[in-house]
């Protein structure tokens, strides 16, 4: 068990640093199904539910409502704290140029399964 569960704080922390703002519950759980192909074991792990096992992880991750919506926030550590830099010191685009707009609206989906 507590192989399983240093694996999942590593599995966590990952899932979260690229998370410049934070996820909330719901974007936790399909950002971690998607990269780790399965859900957050927490019941394998002898918790209730998610908030109840982050609330036992503060050295990886904690929860915050300042802004009415309960998010997690990756805690970084010594071999991640760059990672976490780089991520917040990231732009974030507000919106699209009008070039990139026709763009997208133009671009036809591709059929690489041999089809029509």
Do not use: W
Not at 92 to 99: A, K, Q
């Amino acid at each position: 068990m507590a192989d399983k569960l240093l694996m999942f704080k590593i599995e966590l922390r990952s899932v979260l640093l690229g998370m410049k703002n934070g996820a909330t519950l719901k974007q936790l759980h399909a950002e971690y199904e998607l990269r780790m192909q399965c859900r957050i074991p927490f019941r394998e792990l002898g918790f209730g539910n998610v908030v109840e096992l982050i609330e036992q992880l503060p050295d990886v991750a904690y929860l915050d409502n300042s802004t009415g919506e309960l998010r997690v926030f990756a805690v970084p550590d010594e071999s991640t704290g760059h990672i976490a830099r780089m991520v917040a010191s990231q732009k974030v685009c507000s919106r699209m140029t009008g070039i990139d707009q026709r763009v997208m609206m133009t671009k036809q989906p591709q059929c690489y399964c041999g089809g029509k």
